[in-house]
């Protein structure tokens, strides 16, 4: 067994649109990125990358390559998982959390936890997705970003 954990974080911004573990959410502001700033699927990217020893996904997608702008980042995962079963491990189980003073997630969150196992090509039932706010404290707090930790484990 192998062990990754990722995190990622990005900054607000009004009029962009807001995707999370692949499914567009309904709010007034999304994520500035280089891609269409899925935090949680970077995240959970950089956990998968990390637990089979590759390079970061900075490295490996990074934001000056214009074949990765705008990008979809389910079509980041994909291949993040590819790499990963080409060393010979398997994804055997990812859970994310992504840290957002709002909007509230609850209603997407199985949408959420579908899209993200559809992505990497494994049952719904081995992967988790959670969210949590920080109490109003810090940069998530106020709503200056919203940011995602991942923790995955794969399988020899
Ligand atoms: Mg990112």
Same mark, same amino acid.
């Given at each position: 067994?192998?062990?990754?954990?990722?995190?990622?974080?990005?900054?607000?911004?009004?009029?962009r649109r807001?995707?999370?573990?692949?499914?567009?959410?309904?709010?007034?502001?999304?994520?500035?990125?280089?891609?269409?700033?899925?935090?949680?699927?970077h995240a959970?990217?950089?956990?998968?990358?990390?637990?089979?020893?590759? @390079?970061? =996904?900075?490295?490996?997608?990074?934001? *000056?390559?214009? &074949?990765?702008?705008?990008?979809? /980042? %389910?079509?980041?995962?994909?291949?993040?998982?590819?790499?990963?079963?080409?060393?010979?491990?398997?994804?055997?189980?990812?859970?994310?959390?992504?840290?957002?003073?709002?909007?509230?997630?609850? @209603?997407? =969150?199985?949408?959420?936890?579908?899209? *993200?196992?559809? &992505?990497?090509?494994?049952?719904? /039932? %081995?992967?988790?997705?959670?969210?949590?706010?920080?109490?109003?404290?810090?940069?998530t707090g106020?709503?200056?970003?919203?940011?995602?930790?991942?923790?995955?484990?794969?399988?020899?």
């Amino acid at each position: 067994m192998r062990i990754g954990h990722g995190y990622d974080v990005h900054r607000t911004a009004p009029g962009r649109r807001l995707v999370l573990c692949g499914v567009g959410i309904d709010c007034e502001f999304g994520l500035l990125a280089h891609s269409d700033g899925d935090v949680a699927l970077h995240a959970l990217t950089d956990a998968l990358l990390g637990a089979a020893g590759l @390079p970061d =996904i900075g490295r490996i997608f990074p934001d *000056t390559d214009d &074949a990765w702008k705008d990008a979809d /980042s %389910r079509d980041i995962l994909r291949h993040a998982v590819a790499m990963v079963r080409e060393k010979g491990f398997e994804p055997e189980y990812a859970d994310v959390t992504v840290v957002a003073e709002r909007p509230k997630l609850s @209603p997407y =969150i199985e949408t959420m936890r579908e899209e *993200t196992a559809r &992505a990497m090509d494994i049952d719904p /039932s %081995r992967v988790n997705v959670k969210a949590t706010t920080e109490e109003k404290l810090g940069f998530t707090g106020c709503g200056d970003g919203i940011a995602a930790h991942a923790v995955v484990l794969l399988r020899e």
